[in-house]
């Protein structure tokens, strides 16, 4: 049975505008009134910056984060990851393969227009044929057959068969304006032109490197958050976000950096927010060309893919050393990962443990597939994307080196590199060994954004960096994802995780990191599992 999440008024009610802000500030976590905190303003130093202020253009968490205070999706995830109504007010099952989606009434776009049913209609098809995605948003709307309005405020969704997870999926496509944004390119987005969305926050400005800016918007639904303007500082390196909040010049900080949090506990007049993580930090390996651009032999000739051969990832695998990597670059602030997802998430293998450093196995295994000699490698990875990556890289590349792999790694701005690594090389993924990551409420969103086959049609497989392909696996996947009962869905994701991770090694999963915030004592922030930094979950303590 799927849950009908209509909001009900508590016995003795409330004025309707006092239980919309009580339902959003629930939500985002927060514990005091609009009333009580208005006319402030936050300044938060964030390491991430967008790739584009196109909220279509690509699925990436730097995207999402900019985005969420100005365009708002049908639901959305609180800090713990539950799921919560948005510019949707309920949702229901009608039939099988049938949903209906009632609209918040009265929900209207900065520029003062309502939003409507047709604007839920151009956003998702919007979002599903966007041209030349990194990665595309299509495979969140894969399950949609067709969806048509019933009235301004009440759409009907027919899916491709039973779709239990229909709403999760579009909790991640933000809603649009088809007045505004009908023929709106990502140019004219990232100029700032038609950045128009129904959140509680403004756009104001993108100055790109540098900062981004919002203001709040008097007549979002649920009333006025806290902060009467926010303003972004976009800075990479970690020590001097913590610089930064020190000097009082930052209000809050993300990505703590573990050699600064115990300095930062013992810092009066600071406070840190700290939760578990569903963050997967992996590798994804190319295992699609036939040659791939930075392997060659140890004389730098051109070899054959040795990334094809399972024994070659498992190798690679086995040559990390994860206890290592948490234990002394991450301080602790990691946990080794095994899989897509901590074991406490649904659908995950509940006995999997990391695999175990043991480089003799490695270069048994690398013996094995025709390499007792190794070969050489040049690793990519991002610079201040996620916590200390740079330094991460440069571990597993000195791992490597130990089974005899000659492996170099190569960090580059976060932009840069998630250009080259999903359409670098003529469209297609460049690198051969990339370090990134991937945040999932449940194994089916990491199954079918990383290690589903790439289908650009489809959207499956669009951040599938390493193009691995198992058919035997998308069908697995594509049955768990019909499937209603939790239990047995639960199964059929804890099968294909066997498939495409233990068995195959489509990637290598390495740690799951712990999520920190750091902030002056008067700003309390609700710690997010995803790792988000969003104004709406700051408040003042």
């Known amino acids: 049975m799927v849950q009908n999440h209509s909001m009900q ?27 009580m905190l208005a006319g402030r303003s936050l300044l938060i130093a964030s390491a991430t910056e ?11 968490g730097p995207n999402r984060q900019a985005h969420m205070p100005v365009f708002e999706p049908l639901a959305m995830f609180g800090p713990q990851l539950e799921l919560q109504p948005a510019l949707a007010a309920s949702w229901r099952a009608t039939g099988a393969d049938t949903w209906d989606i009632a609209l918040r009434p009265d929900v209207l776009f900065h520029d003062g227009t309502s939003f409507t049913a047709d604007d839920v209609i151009f956003s998702l098809a919007r979002a599903t044929a966007m041209p030349h995605s990194p990665s595309s948003m299509g495979v969140y709307t894969q399950a949609i057959a067709k969806i048509w309005a019933l009235d301004d405020l009440t759409l009907r969704v027919q899916t491709k068969g039973p779709a239990p997870l229909l709403i999760h999926d579009l909790a991640n496509i933000p809603m649009l304006s088809r007045r505004v944004s009908g023929k709106a390119s990502t140019a004219d987005f990232d100029a700032g032109v ?3 969305g129904t959140g509680p926050f403004r756009f104001v400005a993108w100055n790109k490197g540098s900062s981004i800016r919002y203001a709040a918007f008097d007549k979002h639904w649920a009333g006025r958050f806290p902060w009467s303007s926010v303003e972004v500082r976009l800075q990479a390196d970690g020590n001097e976000r ?12 993300d990505q703590v ?35 791939t651009p930075y392997i060659t032999d140890k004389q730098g000739q051109a070899i054959a893919n040795p990334l094809r051969d399972v024994r070659v990832r498992k190798a690679l695998s086995m040559a990390i050393d994860r206890e290592a990597l948490v234990r002394s670059i991450l301080q602790g602030s990691a946990t080794p990962a095994a899989q897509l997802l901590p074991a406490s998430f649904a659908g995950t293998l509940q006995d999997l443990k990391a695999t175990p450093h043991d480089p003799g196995a490695a270069m048994e295994l690398l013996k094995a597939a025709g390499y007792p000699d190794g070969f050489r ?30 492996a170099v790694a190569v960090s580059l701005p976060s932009n840069e590199f998630f250009a080259r690594a999903s359409s670098g090389s003529r469209g297609e993924p460049e690198f051969s060994v990339i370090q990134v990551g991937w945040a999932s409420v449940e194994p089916s969103g990491a199954l079918k954004g990383l290690l589903a086959t790439s289908d650009k049609k489809s959207g499956a497989g669009s ?11 998308d069908a697995v996947l594509q049955k768990a994802v019909r499937t209603v009962d ?56």
Do not use: C
């Open 9 to 35: 008024t508590r016995a003795g009610g409330l004025r309707r505008r006092e239980l919309l802000l009580a339902s959003f500030a629930a939500l985002w976590g927060q514990g005091a009134t609009a009333q």
């Open 50 to 60: 967008p790739s584009s202020f196109d909220p279509h253009f690509q699925y990436f």
């Open 194 to 196: 038609g950045v128009v």
């Open 242 to 253: 913590v610089k930064a909040l020190l000097a009082g010049q930052a209000q809050l900080i």
């Open 257 to 291: 950096p573990p050699a600064r949090i115990a300095d930062l506990r013992a810092a009066p007049g600071l406070t840190l927010s700290e939760t578990a993580s569903n963050f997967l930090l992996f590798l994804h390996m190319d295992q699609a060309r036939a040659m």
């Open 377 to 406: 490698l040049v690793m990519h990875g991002t610079k201040g994307r996620y916590v200390n990556d740079e330094a991460v890289l440069q571990a597993m590349a000195a791992g490597l080196k130990l089974v005899g792999i000659d």
């Open 463 to 473: 951040s599938n960096r390493g193009r691995y392909s198992n058919p035997a696996m």
């Open 486 to 541: 939790a239990g047995a869905r639960a199964q059929l994701l804890q099968q294909a995780t066997r498939m495409a991770v233990v068995d195959d090694q489509g990637i290598i999963p390495l740690y799951y990191p712990n999520n920190i915030w750091a902030s002056q004592a008067k700003v309390k922030y609700a710690a997010r599992v995803d790792s988000s930094t969003f104004p709406m979950d700051a408040a003042l303590a």
